[in-house]
């Protein structure tokens, strides 16, 4: 309750420690003040929803992640939001990062590891191209068994 009513405090900075508190706790509930925090009229609320949701986000906030990594303008808020977008698996998550995983920008890397991180084969390659970019065929292919193995191999 109280994270609930820090989210609608009439000052951002309030706000803003509500979205970081409730990042912390974690939690379904918290996922759902955090998607509150990405409709913030106010960036800095909704950078720091972004921020608490690019690790380990609750299910709860999946639909608020997605749609806001679709329609949000800001560029700091969409690169975290993808990071978010690796925790859901799905179609349409798959979809909406490789419809932004092409090109050399930060946002563009990041849907990459995302696909990587939900199994999909083209985003695991294409980040395998960009951590080792200028190196032979056979090189790739030894990366590629490397990461097959340490995905399904776990070492203490």
């Not at 986000?57 to 800001?74: G, H, I, M, Q």
Request: glycine share 10%.
């Amino acid at each position: 309750p109280a994270l609930r009513k820090g989210a609608g405090m009439p000052g951002y900075r309030s706000r803003q420690v509500a979205m970081a508190c409730a990042g912390r706790v974690g939690g379904e509930a918290s996922g759902e003040i955090l998607s509150l925090g990405l409709k913030d009229g106010n960036v800095n609320v909704r950078v720091a929803a972004a921020g608490q949701l690019s690790v380990n986000p609750p299910e709860s906030a999946r639909d608020a992640v997605l749609s806001a990594l679709v329609r949000s303008t800001e560029t700091d808020v969409r690169e975290m939001l993808a990071f978010s977008a690796g925790y859901f698996p799905g179609e349409r998550t798959v979809a909406i990062l490789r419809s932004i995983a092409a090109g050399k920008e930060v946002l563009a890397s990041n849907a990459r590891m995302a696909l990587a991180r939900l199994g999909d084969k083209a985003g695991r390659e294409a980040l395998v191209a960009d951590l080792v970019p200028e190196v032979s065929k056979d090189r790739i292919y030894e990366c590629r068994i490397v990461l097959n193995w340490s995905s399904s191999h776990h070492e203490p």
